[in-house]
């Protein structure tokens, strides 16, 4: 026997390894499987340039787990090491990488925790020894065993072993006792290894006989050797991609929507398969996420800074051997490797579902509601696939028809231009609450799209502001008279000052909550008598205050309405009648007076012309804040009277409250009394 001290400065470095890299111990498996993996793949390479002729029948890697020895063994026949190769590979290449790791991260261990490549040495995470039984597939090669207690001394004999190939045994350290646990181990094996190029045997196949869990004399392979992202697209059916996804998410049920077959071996390579999913109302957490391998052996499942954030809704798995899998992840962010892949798959995406569109239009449209989403989340968040999305992404009119942006452009550019060249795309946030807004529209010629989803109030936004001459409005922002301004000016039926008085009459009957402005404007008598409008920008504003936009001074302020009343509605015109008929022997004297105080502020008015402020005499001021101040009471007086009658105007209330049932707006008490006064009314 030979004993040794394996190279290196540090003192001992196995409780460093054991302490830096807690949270990730189980990566040695996939280390150690790897390595097998390499070691068998080698062989099979010599067997094709034929430098090794030997027999290559039984290439299965095995592992396998003796609780009672508390030894976990990994057995490959690959090509094995000699005594030489043992000394550069074991003792000095791959010892002198974990140092200069352990070097180089001394300070950051937390940051680096999860993926490193300590390769071999991470078996002393978990083992207190180590054994490597080896022989080199060379003719005449001496099998060795080298041996590690996890100090800097190795020992190194000959043995005796009659295949080539390696086998490694971990004598597990009581830390890691659960390792030893089967059922962790074949989780283990199933998340690293499910798709290793070799197979992974791990015991054997096990039956119930006689109320026990007994062994059959079947291998119990881990992993699928050639998964379909090996292959190539034109070997694969849709069946097979299908199959492939339940394979990949055996908990899953919904099938995906499409997939995308990826195959690039420059500038760099990178093959897989991302799908489609439905992708529900919510964002749910996301159960199926992408898989990153490195030839075939699994990574990681969080892809994040690896993909771009919208395409983490994505399922499926992605294999390049030049992303650099064992270092940090911030690392990745920043490596440039990574960011070519990453916007390789963004535009992969993209082409894709442009396509499908350009291809299979209709289908396109059937899968649009379970994509729209997703590629709302892409145009927002990725500038160069809103390029390429533009022009499929869909929307959807009250009609349930679909447009591309530039056919919805085409079909309203006519009808909905206002006066100042904006185009203006009306939409419904709710076709249900805004019914009556939608309707209106509709009998105006107008087109209204249904923008309903969790991501639209950002896409409009986001559209306004690269196509400079467009503006989504809402239905019921305004009076349709006014949704898009063109220059018909239509005349009131009513006089300026009964319009103002009947804006105290109605001021009368506004809600509590929230603010009103009353205003009235010259509709169409067909159109309702009383409406209530909230403007474009302040419920924008609420709304992105709301979802912490930043806009917290709108969030505070109570939501603010219009009433707007239909001057030219035949009941307003009867209103009117009867408003002025009734207040008529009350307001006549109040008026009278205020138009002779106006006549003397006139006349003041006229004395002061061309006199500068200290040339006016202190008796004309006075004499003039007396008529203001008296013009003020009488208009207060005046607005005493028309509240007063207001008040008790029944039909007004009914109309006010009509506009507020029209906008769901109508609750609780108001509702019931509302609900009693119409029993009344039809009753008279
Ligand atoms: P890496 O795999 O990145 O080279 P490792 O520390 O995992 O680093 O392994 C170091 C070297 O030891 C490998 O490159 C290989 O030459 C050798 N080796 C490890 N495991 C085996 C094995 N099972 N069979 C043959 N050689 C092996
Ligand atoms: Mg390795």
Not at 52 to 69: F, P, T
Not at 633 to 651: H, I, Q, R, T
């Amino acid at each position: 026997m030979q004993k040794g001290q394996i190279n290196v400065t540090t003192e001992n470095i196995f409780p460093i390894i054991k302490k830096f890299l807690y949270s990730d111990h189980e990566i040695f498996l996939r280390e150690l499987v790897s390595n097998a993996v390499d070691a068998t793949q080698k062989l099979k390479t010599l067997a094709t340039t034929g430098e090794y002729d030997g027999e290559l029948s039984d290439v299965a890697i095995r592992i396998d787990v003796n609780k009672k020895k508390k030894t976990i063994t990994i057995t490959d026949r690959g090509v094995g090491m000699t005594e030489d190769e043992i000394d550069k590979y074991i003792n000095q290449i791959a010892f002198s990488s974990a140092e200069e790791f352990l070097e180089k991260y001394k300070d950051k261990a937390n940051a680096i925790i999860g993926h490193f490549g300590l390769g071999f040495y991470s078996s002393f995470m978990v083992s207190s020894k180590v054994e490597i039984h080896t022989k080199s597939y060379k003719n005449d090669s001496k099998a060795i065993k080298w041996e590690c207690d996890g100090s800097p001394e190795f020992s190194i004999e000959e043995i005796k072993k009659e295949d080539y190939g390696t086998k490694i045994i971990l004598h597990i350290d009581d830390e890691s006792k659960d390792f030893l646990e089967k059922s962790k181990i074949e989780e283990l094996l199933k998340k690293y290894c499910k798709f290793l190029p070799v197979p992974i045997v791990f015991g054997k196949k096990t039956e119930w006989k006689e109320g026990k869990e007994v062994d059959t004399d079947q291998d119990n392979q881990i992993n699928n050797t050639s998964p379909a992202w090996t292959k190539k697209p034109a070997d694969l059916k849709e069946e097979d991609y299908q199959s492939f996804y339940k394979e990949l998410y055996p908990m899953t049920f919904d099938n995906p929507l499409f997939n995308i077959h990826l195959n690039v071996d420059y500038p760099f390579n990178l093959t897989g398969i991302l799908y489609f999913p439905k992708i529900k109302q919510n964002f749910e957490i996301q159960k199926n996420k992408i898989q990153l391998y490195s030839n075939q052996v699994f990574v990681t499942d969080s892809v994040e800074g690896i993909v771009p954030e919208f395409l983490t809704l994505l399922h499926g798995v992605i294999d390049s051997p030049d992303i650099p899998l064992n270092v940090s992840r911030s690392y990745l962010q920043s490596d440039s490797n990574v960011k070519k892949i990453s916007s390789h798959i963004t535009k992969k995406v993209a082409d894709r579902l442009s396509d499908i569109f350009k291809n299979e239009r209709d289908e396109f449209e059937k899968k649009w509601e379970d994509l729209k989403l997703f590629v709302a989340y892409g145009m927002l968040s990725d500038p160069k696939f809103y390029e390429k999305a533009i022009k499929f992404a869909l929307f959807k009119n009250t009609e349930g028809k679909s447009f591309t942006w530039d056919e919805y452009n085409t079909l309203i550019k006519d009808n909905q231009t206002d006066k100042d060249k904006n185009l203006i795309c009306l939409y419904t946030s709710d076709t249900e609450a805004q019914f009556t807004f939608i309707e209106a529209a509709k009998r105006k010629g107008y087109d209204v799209l249904v923008l309903n989803g969790q991501l639209d109030s950002h896409l409009l936004n986001h559209l306004e502001s690269k196509f400079e001459n467009t503006r989504f409005t809402r239905v019921d922002s305004d009076v349709v008279e006014k949704l898009i301004r063109k220059d018909e000016d239509t005349t009131s039926k009513l006089k300026k000052e009964e319009e103002l008085d009947l804006i105290t009459v109605f001021k009368s009957h506004l809600p509590k909550e929230g603010n009103y402005i009353v205003m009235f404007e010259p509709m169409s008598p067909n159109s309702n008598p009383v409406m209530i409008t909230q403007s474009e920008f302040m419920r924008r504003m609420k709304e992105m205050s709301a979802m912490g936009g930043g806009m917290s001074f709108y969030g505070d302020l109570p939501s603010s309405y219009n009433l707007v009343v239909n001057s030219n509605h035949n009941l307003i015109e009867q209103i009117a009648k009867s408003t002025e008929e009734a207040v008529k022997a009350k307001l006549e004297p109040i008026k009278k007076e205020v138009s002779s105080i106006d006549s003397d502020i006139q006349a003041l008015e006229t004395l002061k012309k061309g006199k500068k402020e200290d040339e006016i005499a202190q008796e004309e001021k006075d004499q003039m804040d007396e008529l203001r101040k008296k013009k003020d009471d009488l208009n207060k007086k005046k607005e005493d009277v028309l509240s007063e009658y207001g008040k008790d105007n029944k039909l007004i209330k009914q109309l006010v409250d009509l506009a507020l049932l029209s906008n769901n707006m109508l609750k609780g008490e108001a509702l019931d009394n509302f609900v009693k006064r119409s029993v009344e009314l039809i009753e008279k």
